[in-house]
DNA sequence: TTTTGTATTAACCAAACGGTTAATGTGTAT
DNA sequence: ATACACATTAACCGTTTGGTTAATACAAAA
């Protein structure tokens, strides 16, 4: 019998080799950090050479940034959809807690690496997101300061407002391995607790903005 | 007879080599992290030979455990000493808000340090307070079970109150790089905004949760 | 003074690291 | 079949890394 395992034409199809790098360098990446990542852990997890790393990225550095300059813009294109989208601003906030935490389930390794790279290396990351963050920020700064003015909410500082949802929302994906630990989650509870969290985050501000 | 071997004479006090080396080391751990320290950097800012670093403590794993289980615990004795205050749960709200809050401050590079080494290597530093976690845990949970059986908040999932809780509190400080950056804040600016979180925090938690 | 235990240093080492190279395989158009 | 461009590999290279060592400085005890 031939083996045809390595036919890569349809149900076995070739993932290309820079694919396959930016895959398994995402991963380590994401286990140990910029600094302590190394690049034959990564070519032996892509199943590949390690001079193919090189010959596709060049360097260390430059592998790092095609990854997470991608995947930071993504991230944050997204998090202005969410801002961006036509509604009340309590509809809104509802709207935001649900989507925002989606959104963080699925890059769930995308705080933790901006907290600590912003920590150890700013100036490496800094440029993902400094054009995108600022948009976000007077979209919201706007959405609150004139439900504010009309009285729809209780007079709060905007700044103070925005850090209170964000924090809420990404808390708890960012600190998973402390949440995990200290509630004692196995991976489905720690996936039900954040699911409930989608409605409950939501409540938790509007009740504390409403005009009652 | 009286030990006097670290007599200091000369005007300048002698901070023992030990604490030379444990001040450099937390300093350079906090900026790059464990993987990314570098032993010669530590010696440097200590203004010591490198080989003191491994004369007093034998190896990198041993001096990072060194510090930041001494910090760990410091840290998470003086969080349990908050938590076991009297005082009526709102009124320990408040308390907590305002101290745990000033005890961030004190100790700024703690949660990033800590959400970055429990993704980066989580049964390293599990053990500095995986024992003390666990009475803080349960001493808050009671807390708030108990309020709620007694109508005096709101009936809510006590879980959630607490990483609502300490999400308000930990994010602003693990994520300063982030906010400094979005919000464009200089130094001041930045203590202020945490200063004032202080008393709103406590006052957004507690609008939500208080019975109207 | 001599001895003795501790502190300190420069020089050194093997391993690990990021990165390069030269040779070889491979598919494709001529 | 040949030629050419791209893909892949093992072996290699210079540097950096954590860690060791052997020699020495130094202060207290004998």
């Known amino acids: 019998m031939d083996n045809i395992k390595d036919l890569n034409t349809d149900e076995n199809p070739d993932k290309s080799t820079e694919k396959l790098i930016l895959k398994a360098a995402k ?13 034959q852990e990564i070519a032996d997890e892509a199943g590949l050479n390690k001079a193919m790393l090189h010959y596709y990225f060049r360097t260390k550095d430059k592998l790092f940034e095609a990854i997470f300059s991608e995947e930071c813009c993504g991230f944050f294109d997204k998090l202005a959809d969410l801002i961006n989208v036509d509604l009340p601003l ?8 649900e989507n925002y935490t989606e959104l963080l389930l ?26 995108r963050i600022f948009s976000v920020k ?60 989608k409605k409950e985050v939501a409540k938790f501000i509007i009740n504390s903005i409403k005009i009652n």
Chains 1, 2 share one sequence.
């Open 106 to 131: 699925k890059n769930s390794y995308i705080p933790a690496f901006i907290i600590s790279e912003m920590h150890h290396n700013p100036e490496k990351i800094k440029h993902m997101f400094i054009d």
């Open 138 to 197: 007077y979209k919201f700064l706007g959405d609150i300061t004139t439900a504010v003015s009309l009285g729809l909410i209780k007079p709060v500082d905007p700044r103070q407002l925005i850090v209170n949802i964000i924090a809420l929302c990404i808390f708890p994906i960012a600190a998973r391995p402390m949440l995990t630990l200290m509630l004692e989650f196995n991976d489905k509870e720690y996936l039900d607790f954040i699911e409930t969290r």
């Open 27 to 39: 991963d380590v990446f994401h286990r140990k950090g910029l600094a302590g990542a190394r690049m």
């Open 90 to 97: 309590l509809e809104k906030i509802e709207h935001f807690v």
